[in-house]
């Protein structure tokens, strides 16, 4: 049995977590913006589909990539400068919600329902989600989108729709990351393209560690206005 979670009751401590699913930790609560910003703060994120309750994970290990550990392929390295992607900040979040809500090609990305959308669109109308976004040709044709707490960087989901799309949109943000100061991308759980681009998972304990070094800065909130041309 995993805590319902009522009110502004607090989140369990991480480690009554379940092995099996790896990271499940309770449910219940909201999506409120206070909510899901104290989850991020304690390394916990929601994650559920369809007539599923909210549910809330902390995952061991964790994947995460390190911003200066990013790993460009002689392939995307040629993408990067010939593909001709204009990359964008913050300019289009609602489109790229929708971009990854949309089913792929093995059935995934479902999960992020119209309540997970809304609750999303309101931290980024709170300055404290944001998007990158790559176009070609005035159409939007891939993306992400995540989480900033002080230094730290959340990211939820990514899309792409056009070769490479995806993967340079994680390039410009860890651009953008290291110019701010932040070092650390969570990017939750293991996925073959992340691992393919230097991401590597973290035992729990030693990925809280690092969080809590870096939620508390005190950095600028709003957005993240630039426009690039790749």
């Known amino acids: 049995m995993i805590p319902w979670l ?7 401590p991480v480690t009554r977590a379940l092995r099996e699913p790896n990271g499940l930790l309770c449910a219940g609560a909201d999506l409120s913006p206070q909510r899901l910003l104290a989850a991020y703060r304690e390394g916990i994120f929601p994650w559920y589909s369809g007539r599923e309750p909210i549910l809330w994970w902390s995952p061991d290990p964790r994947m995460v990539l390190f911003c200066d550990e990013l790993r460009i392929s002689r392939s995307l390295a040629k993408g990067l400068r010939n593909r001709g992607y204009e990359i964008r900040f913050d300019t289009d979040f609602a ?23 809304a609750a999303y669109l309101r931290l980024h109308r709170a300055g404290r989600a944001h998007s990158v976004e790559c176009w070609q040709d005035g159409a939007l044709v891939g993306g992400l989108y995540g989480v900033s707490l002080g230094r730290m960087f959340y990211g939820e989901s990514m899309f792409s729709q056009a070769t490479d799309a995806s993967k340079i949109a994680l390039v410009a943000l860890v651009r953008e990351l290291q ?48 426009v690039q041309t790749e």
């Open 95 to 117: 489109g790229v919600l929708t971009g990854c809500a949309a089913p792929r090609r093995d059935g995934s990305g479902t999960w992020l329902g119209g309540p997970m959308r």
């Open 6 to 12: 009522e009110g502004d009751d607090p989140f369990p």
């Open 179 to 226: 110019a701010r100061g932040c070092p650390l991308i969570d990017c939750q759980v293991r996925t073959p393209l992340l691992a393919s681009m230097g991401a590597r998972e973290l035992p729990r304990a030693e990925f809280l560690r690092r969080l809590r070094a870096l939620v508390n800065y005190a950095e600028p909130i709003g957005k993240w206005a630039r």
